[in-house]
């Protein structure tokens, strides 16, 4: 099994650009997440998605878009990347909410945007 | 809304000591679950122990063992022996029933040689 998996590992942006970052699990995972994390800040929940078809804003979804492909895919797009957009981006995959299996996270993508 | 609070952002301890790392929740849920992720300077985010509330008996992972206070809303984690390798963030981290996880901002860990 690979996991979870990101890509890309490392990303530049300039302001105004759009890109989407891609994540995919092989473990059967009905929920998925993005998170940012930043110094000082902890892991941030941008969006989440609790199962197939369906996704929800964590907090903090301004300026980000998500897609739940399929059960195995979960996207970030960023329409419009802006500086304070620069972070580290997870993505995480569990069973299902409130449940006592743990989280397994993506290898992170690393996102600057100029 | 549940809220998990790491107080110390940052401790360091030589190699071989315990050092314990505090963690605080608030919840009016009777049953939910804890953990600690563990996070090296790698990146990646793996889970290092976890517990259930209605568990009165304080879960151990090898070196790695919880003090769980429920009253109190305590989830602190202790770590024997350390070793270099234990260097990382670590987040503590609670959910419960059908709700996402909630992750506290985490604590920065040091082990000196």
């Known amino acids: 099994n690979a996991g979870v998996t990101q890509t890309p590992k490392f990303q530049v942006l300039k302001t105004g650009q759009s890109m989407t970052l891609q994540c995919a699990q092989d473990m059967n995972h009905n929920s998925m997440y993005w998170y940012r994390q930043d110094p000082g800040m902890g892991l941030r929940l941008i969006y989440y998605?609790?199962?197939?078809?369906?996704?929800d804003k964590g907090e903090v979804p301004n300026g980000y878009n998500v897609s739940r492909l399929n059960k195995r895919e979960f996207s970030l797009r960023l329409e419009s990347a802006a500086p304070s957009q620069t972070s580290v981006y997870f993505c995480?995959?569990?069973?299902?909410?409130?449940?006592?299996?743990?989280?397994?996270f993506g290898p992170g993508t690393r996102l600057t945007v100029t | 809304a549940q809220t998990v609070t790491q107080s110390q952002p940052e401790m360091s301890v030589q190699e071989a000591e315990t050092v314990t790392l505090s963690c605080t929740y608030d919840t009016s849920e009777s049953n939910y679950y804890l953990f600690w992720y563990k996070q090296p300077p790698s990146r990646q985010m793996i889970l290092v122990i976890r517990q259930e509330a209605y568990k009165q008996q304080n879960a151990t992972e090898n070196r790695f063992s919880v003090n769980f206070q429920k009253a109190a809303k305590s989830f602190s984690l202790k770590i024997s022996d350390s070793q270099l390798g234990d260097t990382a963030m670590y987040f503590c981290a609670f959910t419960s029933r059908d709700d996402k996880i909630i992750f506290g901002k985490g604590t920065r860990l040091h082990i000196l040689p």
């Open positions: 998605s609790a199962s197939e078809g369906t996704t």
């Open positions: 995480a995959s569990s069973v299902g909410l409130g449940q006592q299996d743990e989280q397994y």
